[in-house]
């Protein structure tokens, strides 16, 4: 059984750049919630997917998209980056009813300049 | 307005001894509450879980006590071993209303010392 598997693992990209992150869920898990991990901070929730629809949405402005695809991947979009964009983002994979609690990547660290 | 707030960055313990890590909220829709651990370089991993039908859940060396009327819980950690050195961040959700994201606090760092 593999985990969730998050790429890539560090990325810098300039202010007003977009950037794609990339997260393939755990085996037999059909949700995937994205959360962002600023410095000092716990994570926080930015999106949901479930069967390739947004199931849910934290307080993130627009410019955070996201897909889910039929294998059940998901892909974060970032467009017009800003400096307060760099952290941590982490991909979690769960069955649609939280049981036990998501299973977590490692994580993205994007760093903005 | 921090919902899940838990008020120790850090805590260092000796080994062998226990440790106590507190997490208080505010929302009273919170109705599951879960500790996941966090190494350097690695994404959280679920620790342990409690609904609010409990007070208490055991499992091993880890057990989360749940004070619903303070809104308050706490995770012990008996006895505590170097390799739980790591950030701890205590979770909440609303579970019964079906679209579950969780809320983090900030974590803390617990330090087991030799």
């Known amino acids: 059984e593999t985990g969730v598997t998050q790429s890539p693992t560090h990325l810098i990209k300039t202010r007003g750049q977009q950037v794609t992150l990339r997260c393939s869920s755990q085996s037999g898990h059909n949700t995937v919630s994205w959360y962002q991990q600023a410095l000092g901070q716990g994570p926080q929730f930015i999106f949901q997917y479930y069967r390739e629809e947004e199931n849910g949405r934290g307080n993130f402005p627009p410019r955070f998209s996201g897909l889910q695809f039929p294998n059940y991947s998901s892909e974060l979009n970032v467009n017009a980056l800003e400096l307060d964009d760099s952290a941590l983002y982490l991909c979690?994979?769960?069955?649609?009813?939280?049981?036990?609690?998501?299973?977590f990547g490692s994580g993205t660290r994007l760093t903005v300049v | 307005d921090q919902q899940v707030k838990q008020n120790s960055p850090s805590l260092s313990v000796q080994e062998g001894r226990i440790s106590i890590l507190n997490c208080d909220y505010t929302?009273?829709?919170?109705?599951?509450f879960l500790w996941y651990k966090k190494y350097p370089a690695e994404g959280p991993t679920f620790l342990i879980s409690i609904s609010s039908i409990k007070d208490k859940n055991e499992d091993g060396r880890f057990t989360v006590f749940l004070n619903k009327s303070a809104k308050h819980l706490s995770l012990h950690i008996v006895p505590s071993q170097p390799g739980d050195s790591a950030v701890y961040f205590c979770?909440?959700?609303?579970?019964?209303?079906?679209?579950?994201?969780?809320?983090f606090g900030k974590g803390t760092r617990l330090s087991v010392i030799a």
């Open positions: 979770a909440a959700s609303t579970r019964n209303s079906g679209n579950t994201p969780l809320v």
């Open positions: 979690a994979s769960s069955l649609h009813v939280v049981s036990y609690g998501y299973t």
């Open positions: 929302n009273s829709m919170f109705d599951y």
